[in-house]
């Protein structure tokens, strides 16, 4: 019985991971307007210095200018790339390491568990 | 997160509750402790050599009138950059910049096709059609460079991109992505107001619809490059050397305010029936044909005040440092030049170094759409 809710519990672990893993990463599409460069020059002057977040958490550092007759963040630096990216991807690669390692975890604590009845069996 | 999520998540902890509740009772039954706690998430996001010659002759066209003939300066626009086909014709008048000096311009006249370039593709028909070869681009921060391919599975996730149930530009049980395939359509959606009928759609029109049309554009760019005393706006850019418009950034929030994706193909252009195929971002290096001995970024055209644009990174992929506010710089051997920011970024340059060609007397096709809303 302990090891059934073992299982149990594992295979809910996998399923809640399944399921959060999809609607985290819809998350992180939504709201994808790329209105950032716009709103970072609100109430800004012409070359007064903006700045504003990419979906990846990479930083566009620039100065306002007036494009189209909007002003705008232009940005005159290098795109500076997240450390949290990598983080981020770092962090991904180890739940799937985990959820796999769950997964073959499950399967070995399964192996035993079938032929332990035709162990009693063949003990007979 | 979707309400299905929820509800599949609310299923789920139910589920839980329920067999982890069997199991407390079985655990203390057994006398046995086995606690077992993971509850994490995680974030999948992945996240011209413009040398100085004397006495240019144009040819890019085998129509093109030429007479320009100049002494061509540190840094400006050097008509032989222009692929074969470019421009119509291209010859030297006299222009007034806008602070009213008065110099000499070349006068390019290109047709609204792009050379050495076939436009599209743009939408996918199906949700099924997820080939990247065989559809364009949209601006999608998620993407790299801000790009991403306008997939069948992108189109179906609009509602989940944009977190808005509305979109819906398929049909749901054929599949079929509703495309605005007729002139008329073309012309409904790619405007700032689109009629109810033409919303919901991806928005792309053929060049077969330019035929009868007039899209040709005249570009005034002074022949020697003059700094303004005060950057200027930009709207207009300026040209690729393929003759392409290089304008003002895409209307984003109105198109998609219109349930309307108007796809580019992958060079970052696509058609309108007022301007022709223009660009609005420098994407697939399409427009970078100048290439540079040095290892700096290629040439892809000209902006209106006669300073060359350059692709965004050099041949080892690193990106320019020590812009100015018009993504411009100077060097030895280019003199002032810019450098086209990222795809996603929806523009080229920032803000005009050089004077451009007094407004009243202004060369070039209708102007590009209006910005976001805001």
């Not at chain 2, 069997?22 to 057994?30: I, K, L, N, P």
Request: net charge negative.
């Amino acid at each position: 019985m302990k090891f059934q809710c073992t299982l149990v519990k594992k295979l809910l672990v996998l399923s809640a991971f399944t399921l959060l893993l999809p609607a985290s990463y819809s998350y992180a599409h939504s709201g994808s307007t790329g209105n950032e460069p716009w709103k970072a020059c609100t109430a800004k002057q012409k070359s007064q210095a903006c700045e504003y977040t990419g979906a990846h958490d990479e930083r566009y550092i620039g100065t306002c200018q007036s494009i189209s007759l909007h002003m705008m963040c232009v940005r005159n630096q290098p795109i500076i790339q997240s450390t949290n990216k990598h983080d981020t991807q770092i962090e991904a690669k180890t739940m799937v390491k985990a959820t796999v390692e769950a997964k073959v975890e499950v399967k070995v604590k399964e192996v035993p568990e079938a032929p332990e009845g035709a162990v009693k069996d063949s003990s007979k | 997160m979707r309400i299905s999520n929820y509800r599949s998540l609310v299923g789920v902890v139910a589920f839980s509750l329920f067999a982890l509740g069997g199991c407390v009772s079985e655990s203390s039954s057994d006398d046995t402790t086995d606690s077992t706690t993971e509850s994490s998430t995680t974030d999948s996001s992945t996240d011209t050599d413009t040398d100085t010659s004397t006495d240019t002759t144009t040819d890019s066209s085998t129509d093109t009138t030429t007479d320009t003939s100049s002494d061509i300066v540190l840094g400006a626009l050097d008509p032989t950059m222009f692929v074969d086909g470019a421009f119509t014709s291209n010859e030297i008048v006299d222009c007034t910049l806008s602070d009213g000096t008065e110099t000499q311009c070349y006068e390019i006249v290109t047709t609204g096709t792009p050379a050495e370039q076939t436009p599209g593709p743009f939408c996918p028909r199906s949700t099924t059609d997820n080939d990247p070869a065989d559809v364009g681009i949209w601006f999608d921060e998620s993407g790299t460079d801000g790009i991403v391919d306008l997939t069948g599975n992108y189109i179906m996730d609009l509602a989940v991109t944009y977190n808005d149930s509305n979109w819906k530009l398929y049909d749901e049980n054929t599949l079929e992505v509703f495309v605005t395939e007729t002139l008329e359509s073309c012309d409904g959606a790619a405007q700032p107001n689109v009629e109810d009928e033409f919303k919901q759609h991806c928005v792309e029109c053929s060049m077969d619809y330019l035929a009868d049309l007039d899209v040709t554009a005249t570009y005034l760019i002074p022949v020697t490059p003059q700094v303004a005393d005060t950057t200027g706006s930009v709207s207009q850019v300026g040209v690729a050397l393929n003759g392409t418009e290089l304008s003002a950034p895409a209307p984003v929030d109105d198109i998609l305010g219109n349930y309307t994706i108007a796809a580019f193909d992958d060079c970052g252009g696509h058609i309108n029936l007022h301007q022709g195929y223009h660009y609005h971002a420098a994407a697939g290096g399409c427009a970078e044909v100048g290439t540079q001995d040095d290892g700096h970024a290629a040439l892809l055209g000209y902006a209106l005040d006669g300073y060359g644009i350059y692709g965004m990174r050099d041949e080892n992929g690193d990106e320019a440092t020590g812009l100015d506010e018009c993504r411009g710089e100077e060097d030895d051997v280019r003199g002032y030049h810019y450098h086209a920011a990222s795809p996603g970024e929806n523009l080229f340059i920032g803000c005009f170094h050089g004077k451009t060609v007094a407004s009243d007397t202004d060369a070039g096709g209708p102007p590009a759409g209006g910005p976001p809303n805001q």
